[in-house]
């Protein structure tokens, strides 16, 4: 995860676009160097994409597997650094890198060399139950990866295994720290809570909810997707919580000439946000925390101000919510800094801090008078998975030593400076590789500089039977051939 | 995964038990063997458990991460095949093994040797979204690992990161595929049904209800845990969908003293259960699907007969709802077969069966026709780990090649009539270890010979407040004293 790649990648890509900025391609080129060497230095397109081989796998693979989603074929251990190459050995500039979590690109070096390590043999082979039966090593394996990339104000720390499970287990701890706090006299063995909760009723298994915004994502689970609203595919013919959400602000660009409007959306969006926590509260069924994107990747690219979250923060606050920051696509450096949320300058922390993808780990953050004080509350088989603790450790120290924020932050500036220049020029070629100017725009609305993270489709409602596999769009199409993967265009037409 | 070690541990533990059958004894150590060869032979307790270095450590671990569920720290290097060797040096016998997650123990030569060699180096550091950019080697790693493993009639798999995941994908696609057929026209790009779907309201978010039994176990996410009914410590103050809860047979024993009680039991259950159906119909909430055990572990170790089974399959056609299988617990040869559901002799297999556990791998088996047509219905960011399918594939062949299965059964058997030694000689020694006369019947009520795979403490509702850390509860200190792991007994007191 490296923007100097990215920048030298964006620099590849324009001839094929047939406009080319030359003042982009001067600063571009200047910033375009990887910190894996392999043998890979440009695009090279062979076959059709999807080629001969990968369409022979994917017959091949829907024998006893779902093949809907299916691009094609990888070849992975051909592919290194930024280049992936496919089953036909073509040779591909990735933008996607598995939806945003390879932090380093394929078989980087570093983390090869750590999880070969005669160490990293048994917490491969023994996933142990980490919750019962921890590792001697893992405090200090938690300690020196996990707390040195801790958000400010917050260090204790759940593991679970993917990002879904993340939000799922937050908004639990989120539902019982909001009990805790109303609960007036203690449970006792004969409480009506107890049996009532085996029957999925109250006061056992209470009426809360959760506050989610419009074009947010969250996870596929059945809390989380009824907080997940990005895409209809997504929540089609699944049983929801009828739980509230808000709107997103949507800004007017370029955010200088709109200053006011913008400001005015925000403010309208509060309000809102203000009203929905009233009614909920006022219909028996509070809301016990607010879950947000510092930027709606899945959803659209989404931002808003910094004032806007401290506005959400607190309202939060005065609601005795708790407040979910969610950086399972932001978070582990992808905007030049380590979480997206600490360029709000919050004067307090958030409750909790979600995370996956490119942290390789998945879990949340929180302070330590979050942990519920019973056990089994928050548990699963394995909280997390050692092995893969051990190669983030391997990613944060090579982040830290090649001082890889920083090169994001240049690189940032120098995508950014020449998108302004292609803006300038009005050339409808950046119209698909960055969703037209009103994407430019965005760009440089975001408070540090913007690295896309993943998925980026508008939200509409496709009708269902138009899905087509996105190695059929056109646009997947397209940018294949040119040696390009761009997740986010090829998958909706 | 060996009955025979089972049976060794069985067998030192007597002593300790202060009781001791010779019958049993002189059977047992004919099926005394293992498939791992170690350092260790038998328990070795040096150190109070858990001892001086597990307690530094504990104070170290709880300045960022939960302790509630610690028992001890495990140096897993040094364990092996059974036997598990804590951070003071405690050679122990391992029941758990890590919540019946490690099918061949501690550090298998066999599993070690798949992930040293050099073909899985990659696919360890570059985990892929399986669904969008499956490596070359995936079909035929799915097509020689998973399928000779399905369930009989079942040939689509689709791979999760974890049981409750299993679980809850297993839901969707139940859901997705009752709302299919009901469907009476398609959907066009204005259906009410994505607009609402985006606000969690029906039509596209239809309201639909999973029926669960009391004492089930199937997850902890927020649609799986509305179907858990073990323990109320597990729901307390989380919010639950208001499904249907049908009572599970509660048999009496020695089965053959109440045939016509149990078969009266089980009638009335099925008859609750075609009832809660017909009430979720009418009350607008109809039930997509019917999810169960083989065998209620988590919940208390519950069994019913197969009769009883093929009843709920029957029940759910008939309301055209899925009949899904958790055999998260059950599955991957715990019962002397690979799937425990295979003993009930159905005429048609399960809509799904979901695995995790000692399958290594997570998800559901399913048939083709309810692979949801769409893309991005069932759909996240990794799809499946394909480590963990290089280490199912060593654990399954490790399995065919020295029979276990086989030795399974033979060692069930040893197991069983030891055991009806003892409940002859009504030893109280049994009470804590086999949870009494009761669990010896029960053993002797499943369709193969049983093997103890996981929690087993009974359903009650301990009171919130007086849950100690395992480790600090009497029956955990009594049995660790003596060098043996049994988390169902130590877990509630």
Chains 1, 2 share one sequence.
Not at 412 to 428: I, M, Y
Not at 432 to 448: N, Q
Request: charged content about 20%; overall charge neutral.
């Amino acid at each position: 995860m490296n923007r100097a790649p990215l920048v030298a990648r964006k620099m590849l890509q324009y001839p094929f676009a047939r406009a080319y900025s030359s003042g982009v391609a001067a600063a571009v080129a200047s910033a375009a160097t990887s910190t894996v060497d392999g043998p890979h230095t440009r695009p090279v397109v062979k076959t059709a994409i999807p080629g001969p081989r990968s369409k022979a796998l994917l017959e091949e693979m829907g024998k006893s597997l779902s093949t809907s989603q299916v691009a094609f074929f990888t070849d992975y251990e051909q592919s290194c650094g930024n280049y992936m190459v496919d089953a036909d050995g073509n040779v591909l500039l990735d933008l996607l890198t598995q939806i945003g979590s390879l932090p380093l690109g394929y078989n980087h070096p570093a983390v090869m060399a750590a999880v070969s390590s005669s160490s990293a043999l048994t917490p491969l082979v023994t996933r142990p139950s980490l919750a019962m039966f921890p590792p001697s090593s893992w405090p200090e394996l938690v300690q020196s990866t996990l707390l040195p990339l801790a958000p400010r104000g917050l260090s204790e720390v759940t593991l679970m295994m993917c990002g879904t499970c993340a939000n799922e287990n937050a908004f639990k701890a989120a539902f019982i720290n909001y009990m805790d706090v109303k609960r007036e006299k203690p449970l006792t063995p004969d409480s009506e809570e107890y049996s009532s909760t085996m029957l999925n009723q109250p006061p056992g298994s209470p009426k809360l909810s959760i506050l989610s915004f419009m074009g947010g994502f969250h996870g596929r689970a059945l809390g989380t997707l009824s907080c997940t609203h990005s895409k209809p595919i997504h929540k089609l013919d699944i049983p929801a919580f009828d739980w509230p959400v808000a709107l997103f602000p949507r800004l007017q660009y370029p955010l200088d000439q709109f200053v006011r409007e913008n400001e005015m959306e925000e403010k309208r969006c509060l309000a809102e946000v203000e009203e929905k926590m009233e009614k909920a509260a006022k219909a028996g069924e509070p809301v016990a925390a607010i879950i947000i994107e510092p930027i709606q990747a899945e959803g659209g690219d989404n931002h808003a101000s910094p004032n806007f979250f401290k506005g959400v923060q607190s309202i939060a606050k005065k609601h005795g919510a708790s407040f979910i920051v969610d950086e399972v696509q932001t978070g582990g450096g992808a905007t030049g800094i380590t979480w997206a949320h600490e360029s709000w300058g919050l004067t307090e922390p958030p409750d909790v801090v979600t995370f996956a993808k490119k942290m390789i780990v998945a879990g949340y953050y929180t302070t330590l008078d979050k942990r519920p004080k019973e056990g089994y509350r928050i548990f699963n088989t394995w909280m997390g998975d050692p092995i893969r603790l051990v190669m983030l450790k391997a990613v944060a120290a090579e982040i830290r030593s090649k001082d890889l924020l920083s090169q994001f932050r240049e690189s940032g500036d120098v995508l950014l400076s020449g998108l302004r220049e292609l803006e300038v020029q009005e050339l409808n070629c950046t119209q698909e590789l960055f969703f037209g100017k009103e994407k430019v725009s965005l760009i440089e609305r975001s408070a540090t500089p913007f690295w896309y993270t993943g998925p980026g489709a508008r939200v509409h409602s496709a009708p269902l039977t138009a899905t087509p596999p996105i190695r059929e769009t056109p646009s997947f199409q397209r940018f294949a051939a040119k040696g390009l993967i761009w997740e986010g265009v090829g998958r909706w037409e």
